[in-house]
């Protein structure tokens, strides 16, 4: 069974511009969430689907952020336009129905925004 | 609001040493705990869980004991090997939330 895949692994992007990552989950799990950690700090929550409704969004910093789930499989998280402190790495994860069923998390997208 | 509190990194231990990564939480309501940790170039990994109070977690030599008494969840290995070398992250969950919280992660290098 394939893992959560994340892609790209590195973007390095110049301040002002857009950057899209993208998420696909383990099949069959109908969570999936947005995760980042900035500067080395604590990885912070930053929105959950169920399906393809955005089910908990409070995490997300500001309108620059746009993240979409089209038929509830991959997800895409696109920052627009990018400011240097979007700087970090984003996690992605899935799990499968049950709030506690654990989450599988992606190797991560590390964004630099110069 | 819930939060996490981790030990600042890097620890730094030569092989066979015991290891003990301190993690204490805040909560409003009964969290599980759990430790996740990252290998260079890898996602997280679940290595351990306990969902209530004296529960203990442990999976690959690693031990963690849910206190409620001290709000503590400190992850324990009685001799580390250099493929141990890896950030370790203490996250808790609310019951009924899908929100995971995180510490800040502990970086863990072992020296052969």
């Known amino acids: 069974e394939a893992g959560v895949t994340q892609f790209p692994s590195h973007s390095v992007i110049e301040k002002g511009q857009t950057v899209t990552l993208r998420c696909d989950p383990i099949?069959?799990?109908?969570?999936l969430y947005w995760y980042r950690r900035v500067m080395g700090k604590e990885i912070k929550f930053l929105l959950h689907?169920?399906?393809?409704?955005?089910?908990?969004e409070s995490g997300m910093p500001n309108n620059r952020f746009l993240a979409e789930r089209t038929g509830g499989t991959y997800s895409t998280l696109k920052v627009q336009p990018a400011e240097l402190e979007d700087s970090g790495v984003y996690f992605c994860?899935?799990?499968?129905?049950?709030?506690?069923?654990?989450?599988?998390f992606g190797a991560g997208t590390r964004l630099s925004v110069l | 609001g819930d939060s996490v509190t981790q030990m600042e990194g890097p620890v730094t231990l030569s092989e066979e040493a015991f290891l003990t990564i301190n993690c204490t939480y805040t909560?409003?309501?009964?969290?599980?705990l759990f430790w996740y940790v990252q290998y260079p170039g890898e996602g997280l990994q679940l290595l351990l869980k306990a969902t209530k109070a004296d529960d203990k977690g442990s999976n690959k030599g690693f031990e963690a004991t849910y206190r409620k008494e001290t709000t503590s969840f400190h992850l324990e290995k009685g001799s580390v090997q250099v493929s141990d070398s890896a950030v370790y992250f203490c996250a808790l969950q609310e019951d009924s939330s899908y929100k995971l919280i995180f510490g800040s992660g502990t970086r863990l290098l072992v020296r052969p």
């Open positions: 099949s069959g799990h109908d969570n």
């Open positions: 689907f169920v399906k393809e409704s955005k089910q908990d």
């Open positions: 994860a899935s799990s499968r129905g049950l709030a506690l069923d654990i989450q599988y």
């Open positions: 909560a409003t309501g009964y969290p599980s």
